[in-house]
């Protein structure tokens, strides 16, 4: 899932610098003050996407996250798990597969 994100968010910036070099001094130099309202237009449109449609994320913990992002067959831990390998990083052992190594 991650690679798929990576080529949206690279494809993405390749068009938009693309856009920025060639178009918009064209459009500019064409429409004028004018061309400020695509720039208005756009920002609308992301904001009206972002508003409605990206998932609320503050005050979620990582595990409520992948649930939110991945659905029900997310792979998260039991919390007992968690729970124990916290006590384990704490308490300096590492048995509970948390390693550590000094610098």
């Known amino acids: 899932m991650r690679s798929r994100g990576l080529i ?3 494809t993405t910036a390749v068009i938009a610098i693309f856009f920025n070099t060639f178009v918009n001094p064209i459009a500019l130099e064409r429409l004028g003050w004018k061309y400020y ?5 756009v920002l ?6 972002i508003y409605f449609f990206y998932p609320e994320t503050r005050g979620h913990t ?5 649930v939110i992002f991945d659905g029900e067959n997310a792979e998260v831990p039991v919390a007992g798990a ?5 006590r ?4 300096g052992k590492t048995g509970v597969g948390v390693e550590s190594r000094r610098f």
């Open 37 to 41: 309202f695509v720039f208005l237009a």
């Open 44 to 49: 609308v449109v992301m904001a009206f996407t």
């Open 8 to 10: 949206v968010t690279l």
């Open 82 to 86: 968690l729970v124990e390998r916290s």
């Open 88 to 91: 384990s990083v704490v308490s």
């Open 62 to 66: 990582l595990e409520q996250m992948a």
